[in-house]
């Protein structure tokens, strides 16, 4: 589950790199490679997981509020908001290693990286505690207001995936 919820910002922000976005004031506005996170920015993203059943708990939906800022160096910073999670992400592009990357941490102690070529599909590594889990999240834009993800997960002989959708 923190896995889920640290990748469901890389949800809404991977899903809009590569659709323009509107204009934003010129003093909050993301350039560059950076510029299709324009779109996540303004009002909050209403997020919804199917989370399967894992770490002694059954399977369940979980339900977040996403806001989205721009922060120093033409990064973008999101916060994520639920009942029983909270956690922060950063999202990027290096122009030296020509990708994106996404850097998280939450509530959970769950921490991890993941970079993309294409700032569609993700991949890196979820730490949670002294456990590392291979991660794969792929994202998709079935709608101008719509974001979906897949996310696949697996270590220490598990493996989970998780189906997420986030409107406003």
Known sequence: MRVFFASLCATA?????????????????????????????????TCTTQVPAMHDMPAHTDSATVTF???????????????????DDYFGYSSRMSN???????????YGIQTSTDGRTFTGTMHMGMMAMDVTTTYGKPGANNISMTQVMSGGGQSATLSSSCTR
């Open 69 to 87: 800022e721009v922060a120093p160096r033409n990064i973008i910073h999101d916060h994520v908001s639920g009942a029983n999670y909270m956690g």
């Open 100 to 110: 994106y990357w996404t850097t998280s941490a939450d509530n959970q102690a769950s």
């Open 13 to 45: 922000v991977a899903g809009f790199i590569a659709f323009p976005a509107p204009a934003k004031a010129a003093d909050t506005m993301l350039t560059g490679q950076m510029a299709g996170f324009n779109y996540l920015l303004g009002a909050p993203w």
